[in-house]
């Protein structure tokens, strides 16, 4: 059937002029939040997640400029951009541009599978097990078999998850057809040697391998490993971009051109066809060209800030290999509480505490250098040696 409007479609809009980009987020969208924040005595940094970057100024400009058109006749010229871009980077010859990482990550487990009953293997620690309310029973009808490290190793290994898949053909069993992993989990690096033996060992009994690819961008900063020669271990990959990339919204799946085509027909069963998404395929074009290759600098950020922390006293409890600083309070006998209202008076916003008295602290482009070294001083000023004799003295 002919389209009607396939020939307007990308003519684009009258552009908007983008002078003041709208007072609505914290940082209204300046480059640099640090400096102009402070003077203004309003947020200066929010270390939550790196899901709460803000888009700069140029950012918003490239969203009021992009071409857009309607993204579900596949007519968006600047989501299938995107599209191209991704699917290049990730050496995948096809790739779907979708609203969030859940969704890239039920859309590919739900495009990787065909009909119930099967079972796929997780990190028990994963997005996917434990932050996607159930949605993998939901949209694949698919029993999760949780998997814990083991022998003290911060992830997986083919040893591990061949331990507990299920590969036999016993009635009472739901046969493993996927395998998801996830890179970073909790700012830790999977080590490549190790996703090989698993990429192995999916090939010998037949088996899927997906990849939570939310921080993937992270990993590859961090190890030099290109995102290509990771994604060229798996089948399907989700790849975030409103984390550390600093989009507003979005996420892209990379996958064989069947397999997308399956993902594309789900998308739309999920409610998930968008239509002129080019504008905030426009952030994620930006982001990926602009901010990926700044990344590292987060990460030496992340690295002061641990120092910093361990030279306070605090015990650093994981490594901080990229983005994320993982401490435990009680070791300098203090809880998250304290450490929160005594930040939050001075501009900047932390989570309360996980598992009894550790935090997790996440560096972004929003998060300078000067943020870090703010935080510190208001550590060192109120719970730093002097602070403390001065208190008991
Ligand atoms: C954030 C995140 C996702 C996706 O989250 P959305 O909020 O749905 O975009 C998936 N996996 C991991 C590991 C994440 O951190």
Redesign the pocket.
């Known amino acids: 059937m002919k389209r009607m409007f396939s020939k307007a479609v990308s003519a684009g809009i009258a552009k908007p002029a983008v002078s003041t980009p709208g007072a609505a987020s914290v940082y209204s969208g300046v480059s640099n939040p640090a400096s102009t924040a402070v003077s203004a005595g309003r947020l200066i940094a929010d270390l939550r997640?790196d899901?709460v970057t803000v888009p700069t100024v140029e950012m918003r400009n490239a969203m009021a400029n992009a071409l857009v058109g309607d993204d579900v006749y596949v007519e968006d010229p600047t989501v299938i951009d995107l599209e191209n871009l991704v699917a290049s980077i990730s050496g995948h010859q096809a790739a779907i541009f979708c609203?969030?990482?859940?969704?890239?990550?039920q859309l590919g487990i739900r495009s990787l599978l065909h009909s119930p009953p099967y079972s796929i293997v997780a990190d028990a620690r994963?997005?996917?097990y434990c932050?996607?309310a159930s949605g993998v029973a939901h949209h694949s009808q698919a029993l999760i078999i949780p998997v814990s490290p083991e022998n003290g190793v911060s992830h997986l290994t083919a040893d591990a998850i061949a331990k507990h898949f299920i590969i036999d053909d016993d009635v009472h069993h739901a046969p493993t057809k996927v395998i998801c992993l996830?890179n970073?989990?909790a700012g830790e690096i999977f080590p490549y040697a190790e996703l090989v033996k698993i990429r192995k060992l999916a090939t010998d009994h037949n088996i899927k391998l997906h990849l939570?690819g939310?921080?993937l961008w992270n990993a590859s900063a961090a190890t030099g490993v290109s995102i290509k020669e990771y994604c060229s271990l798996f089948d399907t990959v989700?790849l975030?971009l409103?984390?550390g990339l600093g989009a507003p919204v979005?996420?892209v799946l990379v996958s064989d051109p069947a397999t997308i085509k399956r993902a594309r027909h789900y998308r739309k069963i999920f409610g998930g066809g968008w239509r002129q998404a080019g504008l905030l395929a426009a952030a994620g074009i930006y982001a990926i060209t602009h901010q990926f290759p700044r990344m590292h600098i987060d990460h030496e950020n992340a690295k002061r800030l641990a120092e910093g922390l361990g030279a306070l006293g605090f015990k650093i409890t994981r490594k901080p290999e990229t983005n994320m600083v993982w401490f435990d309070t009680e070791s300098r006998g203090l809880t998250p509480d304290a450490i929160q209202a005594v930040l939050a008076e001075n501009g900047v916003r932390i989570s309360g505490g996980r598992n009894a008295g550790e935090c997790r602290w996440v560096v972004h482009h929003q998060v300078p250098k000067e943020a870090v070294e703010h935080i510190l001083k208001v550590l060192e000023d109120n719970f730093g040696i002097a602070a403390v004799s001065a208190q008991s003295a």
Do not use: V
């Open positions: 997640s899901t609203a969030s990482g859940t969704m890239t990550n994963s997005h996917i932050y996607e996830e970073t989990l939570d939310a921080r989700s975030c409103s984390k979005g996420s």
